[in-house]
């Protein structure tokens, strides 16, 4: 395994029950693994990814106070107070999904893959040579060591160099916009509604934390990021408060503002002889619509079901058959959300006339029709099979 963030961790944990021996090499220190410093991003995670992790043992491991539901989501448009509303109200759940802070679930991932007997960690170690053939994978380590594997499996980040090596190619969209995130507190209380507002020029989500308190996410020109950074607290402060229309009265930073370029990802293939790619690496989405670590959590759950099937069957855990069937699976699944994603991002950073129209008539449709409503909604907090009703609605992968 190479890559020990979120994605890979989970996949490496999704195996410990097996008897294969996993080596997971990670770039950064066993310290900065076990006590992942805060990085601003609040992770909004739907129910699908829930269960997962909940199997994995990790979800019992984050502190229930720092597990905020998102009851309602509220979409609003330029400078319209008119917004596409989403709620709970038709589905079974008490949440349409529930926000997580990232460091919190990689060091709950990490102390689950600390306790496995069948998983090594190898820090501060980053891959120099990487090979396979039919017969087997060498991977040549910065610490000049070669190990010998039957499978490597790459999430080591949407600039995945494991990718490169391999030849695999990707389709990179540099939306030439940055996301700037951080927390703040509130006057008001939230009641559990995540904003999105795609106001001209740049937008702002704001997202319920426990407390009186939300995540931020701004994304802006980066010319502008570069501005918002730089804002005295005090600026920021009252700038974003302002934008936010004093829904929640003064707000205040917490902590720093953290900024992140915003480039998509799509790998051409997930899969190559003995090697696969999950995660980030296989496919790197926009914030916008919170899928990125959903998806690789599912995507690794696939592979390793996939892997899990060939051993009880006493099959190559690496052959084509397995490698074929996760890339196919996972393709189905995310080229659809990663074309739909980058279509919104297109449609609500245009602030042509014309497109400002279109974006008006988007919310007011998507109010106006229940069912459609419905299976967002659904879409959203990832629960029913209805979902597949709505991917089956964007376009196809090709
Ligand atoms: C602002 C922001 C908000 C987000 N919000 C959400 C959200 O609400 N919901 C959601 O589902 N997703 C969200 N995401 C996406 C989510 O953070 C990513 O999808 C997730 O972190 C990807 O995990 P990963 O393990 O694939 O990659 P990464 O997190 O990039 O981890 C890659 C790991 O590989 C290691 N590595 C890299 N190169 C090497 C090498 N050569 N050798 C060894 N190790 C290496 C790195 O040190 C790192 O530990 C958000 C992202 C951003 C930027």
């Known amino acids: 395994m190479i890559g020990g963030g979120p994605a890979g961790l989970s996949f490496a944990r999704s195996l410990a029950d097996t008897e294969l021996e996993i080596l997971v090499v990670e770039r950064s220190s066993l310290d900065q693994l ?6 601003g991003r609040e992770i909004a995670l739907t129910h699908r990814s829930t269960e997962i992790l909940k ?11 720092e597990i905020s539901p998102i009851r309602k989501a ?5 400078d319209s107070s008119y917004s596409l509303s989403f709620d ?4 079974t ?4 999904g529930y926000l997580i802070s990232n460091h919190l679930i990689r060091k709950a991932l990490c102390e689950e893959v600390e306790t496995a007997a069948n998983i ?5 170690v980053t891959v120099t040579n990487l090979s396979t053939n039919p017969s087997g994978a060498a991977v040549v380590l910065s610490n000049g060591e070669t190990v010998e594997a039957s499978l490597v499996v790459a999430a080591d980040s949407r600039f995945s160099d494991a990718r490169r090596k391999m030849g695999i190619p990707a389709s990179m969209h540099d939306f030439s916009r940055v996301a700037v995130v951080c927390r703040m507190k509130h006057d008001l209380p939230h009641d559990g509604t995540a904003f999105e507002c795609f106001h001209y020029e740049r937008t702002l989500a704001v997202l319920p934390m426990s407390g009186q308190r939300s995540s931020i996410v701004i994304t802006a020109p980066t010319h502008a990021a570069a501005e918002i950074m730089g804002m005295s607290e005090q600026t920021f402060n009252i700038d974003v408060q302002q934008r936010f229309r004093n829904r929640f009265g003064q707000m205040i930073l917490e902590g720093k503002r953290y900024a992140y370029p915003l480039v998509a990802v799509y790998a051409d293939r997930f899969v190559a002889t003995r090697f696969a790619l999950v995660g980030d690496a296989a496919v790197g989405m926009h914030p916008v619509t919170a899928h990125g670590f959903n998806l690789g959590l599912r995507g690794q759950a696939t592979l390793a079901s996939e892997i899990k099937t060939a051993l009880t069957l006493g099959k190559d855990i690496a052959g084509a ?6 890339q196919s699976k996972h393709q189905r699944v995310t080229r ?3 074309l739909a994603t980058n279509a919104i991002v297109g449609l609500f950073t245009n602030d042509a006339p014309p497109i400002k129209l279109v974006r008006k008539l988007v919310l007011r449709l998507g109010n106006s029709f229940p069912p459609v409503k419905r299976m967002v909604t659904q879409g959203l907090a990832e629960t029913d099979t209805q979902w597949s009703l709505f991917r089956s609605l964007l376009p196809r992968p090709h």
Not at 74 to 78: A, I, P, Q, R, S
Not at 321 to 326: A, D, F, H, K, R
């Open 93 to 96: 759940v008490d949440a349409l």
């Open 336 to 338: 659809p959300l990663y």
């Open 120 to 124: 090594e960690l190898l820090t501060g």
């Open 74 to 78: 509220e979409v609003l448009d330029g």
């Open 34 to 39: 076990a006590e992942p410093a805060q990085d």
């Open 88 to 91: 709970r109200s038709s589905l």
């Open 55 to 65: 199997n994995l043992g990790v979800w019992s491991r984050i502190p229930p106070d």
């Open 321 to 326: 058959s397995v490698l074929n069937n996760y």
